[in-house]
């Protein structure tokens, strides 16, 4: 269920954030190539974790729903109406737990060859993350030196505190784009934390290593993201 609430959380954001680029960055003229792969990045992250979750989820559905129809009565009509059935109520289980059924059944009893594809795929996640957190570095460090050309400004009088406020918009939307790719990446250290977890008496040295480089990640990108909220607020300008 905490899962199900995370998932809604990052999706409402998403949305908030799509909102917020129509109202208020369209005025300000166009983004920096990196501020687009930011918002390509964030809608990735999003993307993936709700969507692959619920893919997960629908298969796994779709697959058991459609074992017990087989066995009870075999008629391909009943087994496809199940299988569309299991799928929507496979889909909102989703999450950690989509995740690991979906490799349990892909894997069946071999859980070192299961552990090694989900060692893969937080290998992937890793790298994906790792030019998210470059991306986000250079908005942050372009959004600070904007901060500071806007005090500037303030101070000198060319430009009023409520002039500032609106130009710091899009360093606003930058923060959100750069906040919706920190949820999607813990979400997914979450679920292979508890993987992790489940994998009783094998040797999980290279999941563990994957898991240590995306707090690391994590990391540095929760700095960028209150460096430049702190910077903000005390302009006044959040």
Do not use: H, W
């Not at 609430?5 to 909102?19: D, E, F, P």
């Not at 989703?94 to 090694?116: F, H, P, R, S, W």
């Not at 790719?181 to 290279?206: C, F, H, P, W």
């Amino acid at each position: 269920m905490a899962t199900l609430r995370k998932r809604g959380r990052i999706v409402c954001l998403a949305a908030a954030l799509a909102l917020a680029g129509c109202e208020t960055v369209g005025d300000r003229g166009p983004l920096t190539a990196d501020e687009e792969l930011l918002r390509t990045q964030s809608k990735t992250f999003v993307a993936e974790n709700v969507a692959g979750g619920a893919a997960a989820g629908a298969a796994m559905g779709c697959l058991l729903i459609g074992i017990l129809v087989v066995a009870s009565r075999g008629d391909s009509r009943d087994i496809a109406a199940a299988c569309a059935a299991g799928a929507v109520g496979g889909a909102v289980l989703g999450g950690v737990d989509g995740y690991m059924k979906a490799k349990q059944a892909q894997y069946k009893a071999n859980e070192i060859a299961m552990l090694e594809s989900i060692a893969a795929d937080a290998r992937s996640d890793n790298a994906r993350l790792s030019q998210a957190v470059e991306t986000a570095k250079r908005v942050a460090e372009l959004d600070r030196q904007r901060l500071d050309n806007l005090a500037a400004r303030v101070k000198s009088k060319q430009i009023t505190v409520q002039q500032a406020r609106a130009e710091a918009g899009v360093i606003r939307d930058n923060t959100k784009q750069i906040e919706t790719i920190l949820e999607g990446a813990r979400e997914k250290r979450d679920t292979y934390v508890q993987a992790r977890n489940g994998m009783s008496g094998a040797n999980t040295a290279a999941l563990d290593g994957e898991i240590t480089r995306l707090n690391q990640e994590i990391a540095v990108l929760e700095t960028q993201f209150t460096s430049v909220n702190t910077s903000l607020r005390v302009a006044g300008l959040g």
